[in-house]
């Protein structure tokens, strides 16, 4: 999704009525996009319940009734969150970007304690420490990196400190979600696409007051606007890559949002963090490999102890440890019953 986002950012064209060539560079016209990718999970959610009913045997749970709008509260946060990290994927680099998401955790860790009176246990504590040690060091390697990406370090600083506030925002919706969507069995494709229908209804009208809402140097359009949607099309216009870029992001955010909950229902959400933590060793690498961004050795030790922390929130360690205590149990057992063996041959 975010290489998508970024090929579709470097893409430069003509605007309306002859403008110089500049990036296409619209944040908020992309995240509607976005959301009518999540708008499309409804669809697939009714499909599936039209199949459902057709069957002799019904699966899907039935869910209490409720009033569709305990999504806006989640749906407001979701399009700020995403727009806030649009604006910053033009000022940092993909990885930086996908990697600095990960400080999320420590925001939704202190909501919920706050908030939901979830009590946190030592190990996600020790995860919440490691997450923000691994999070300075992507960021001395993006301060360090800035100037021979091609960046201004006022960009990075800047883009790196929206994306940590994007995060922010993603918590509060976590939780949001959390106490007021989940106690309703709600399903989780009709979750993402009643707030994808909100977000989208919601940002598609403030692209006319951004049309006329002065940015400065946050915005690359001729007339300096918030957003200048006009100009976006008639880019997409003079360039008809840009539309494959977005029609590619559309797609790949829907695909994004099923697997994900399918990954989740099958098998388990900490192999979902899993996968979604090789999703960043992707997008470093394939940034890399266009030549969007150059190596810098310090980025593989902030990705390990990104993902180090993140392990240890979610408690991907105590598989481990049950394994070897496990192994120790058996191993202590056997030594037993040898013992037994050598007594018993000895009588």
Known sequence: T?????????????????????????????????????????AVFYILVFKDKRSSQPTLPPSQPFSPFIFLGPAICDMAGTSIMYVA?????????????????????????????????????????????????VGLTDLLSGHSSGKSLNDVITGDLLIVMAQIVASIQMVLEEKFVYKHNVHPLRAVGTEGL??????????????????????????????????????????????????????????????????TKEISATTRMVIDSLRTVVIWVVSLAVGWEQFHPLQILGFIVLLLGTCLYNGLHK????????????????????????INGDC
């Open 89 to 137: 994927l033009n000022m940092t680099s993909a990885s930086s970007f996908q990697m600095l998401r990960g400080a999320v955790i420590i925001f939704t860790g202190l909501l919920s304690v706050a908030f939901l009176g979830r009590k946190l246990e030592c190990s996600q504590w020790v995860g919440i420490l490691v997450t923000i040690a691994g999070l300075v060091i």
């Open 2 to 42: 975010f290489l998508l986002c970024r090929w579709a950012d470097n893409f430069s064209a003509k605007g309306c009525n002859d403008e110089a060539t500049h990036q296409f560079q619209h944040p908020f016209l992309q995240a509607v996009g976005m959301f009518l990718g999540e708008l499309s999970c409804l």
């Open 319 to 342: 598989p481990l440890m049950c394994a070897r205590c496990k192994e120790q149990s058996e191993e202590t057992q056997g030594l037993l019953n040898g013992e037994r063996t050598v």
């Open 198 to 263: 909100f977000g989208f209804i919601i940002l598609t009208i403030l692209l006319i007051p951004f049309y006329y809402i002065p940015a400065g140097g946050f915005s690359s359009s001729e007339r300096g606007v918030l957003e200048d949607s006009i100009d976006a099309f008639c880019q997409m216009g003079r360039q008809p890559l840009i539309i494959l870029a977005l029609l590619g992001n559309i797609i790949s955010i829907a695909f994004f949002n099923f697997a994900g909950i399918s990954v």
